[in-house]
T-cell receptor, first 116, second 114 residues
Framework: DVKVTQSSRYLVKRTGEKVFLECVQD?????MFWYRQDPGLGLRLIYF???????EKGDIPEGYSVSREKKERFSLILESASTNQTSMYLC???????????????FGQGTRLTVV | DAKTTQPTSMDCAEGRAANLPCNHS???????VYWYRQIHSQGPQYIIH???NNETNEMASLIITEDRKSSTLILPHATLRDTAVYYC???????????????FGTGTQLKVEL
């Protein structure tokens, strides 16, 4: 059974803290994604990685960075957490490469982060 | 940025067919239409995708107009468990290395009621 696992379901952090959100997939997927979801705004792409050590900015990268040191793990980093980063964060993965058929993405259960 | 347009919300009676429309009038020839849904407090789940022919699987049917400018997701016998936000997404049919982003809109909140 395919799986995308996010390290925490709920997280509470203080303003100014450095926050790490971890995502692990067991499907040997090349692509990994980080989204945030807020009421009325849907899912917005923060960052995307299509290979180890490769990353691409999504629609709202400001205030975030990412790390992809191993194929199965994609970390989202909030360098200095702020209250406007309180949100649901979702990780996803999918097959990548070039030329083959594009396939579905699989999502984790999400991490609800509250910054106080 | 690939865009689709969906109604904000829809209601459906349990046991009836739920027909969810999506407009993608600027879709290009190599883009597929994907549908996902998100049940409250869970991550999005893939439902179905198609290029130009109608598609059916165990979850739903996808009807794409001949000009490909719009499509309809059909849940043939909606149940209370189908209450969710449904997302219609345009996506390239072939993997393109660094270009395989998945961009969501705000989706349609489907409410299935007794």
């Amino acid at each position: 059974d395919v799986k995308v696992t996010q390290s925490s379901r709920y997280l509470v952090k203080r303003t100014g803290e450095k926050v790490f959100l971890e995502c692990v997939q067991d499907m040997d997927h090349e692509n990994m994604f980080w989204y945030r979801q807020d009421p009325g705004l849907g899912l917005r792409l923060i960052y995307f990685s299509y290979d180890v050590k490769m990353k691409e900015k999504g629609d709202i990268p400001e205030g975030y960075s990412v790390s992809r040191e191993k194929k199965e793990r994609f970390s989202l980093i909030l360098e200095s957490a702020s209250t406007n980063q309180t949100s649901m964060y979702l990780c996803a993965s999918s097959f990548g490469g070039t030329g083959g058929p594009n396939t579905e993405a699989f999502f984790g259960q999400g991490t609800r982060l509250t910054v106080v | 940025d690939a865009k689709t347009t969906q109604p904000t919300s829809m209601d459906c009676a349990e046991g009836r067919a739920a027909n969810l429309p999506c407009n993608h009038s600027t879709i290009s020839g190599n883009e597929y239409v994907y549908w996902y849904r998100q049940i409250h407090s869970q991550g999005p789940q893939y439902i179905i995708h198609g290029l130009k022919n109608n598609e059916t699987n165990e979850m739903a049917s996808l009807i794409i107009t001949e000009d490909r400018k719009s499509s309809t997701l059909i849940l043939p016998h909606a149940t209370l468990r189908d209450t969710a936000v449904y997302y219609c997404i345009r996506r390239g049919g072939l993997l393109t290395g660094g270009g395989n982003k998945l961009t969501f809109g705000t989706g349609t909140q489907l409410k299935v009621e007794l």
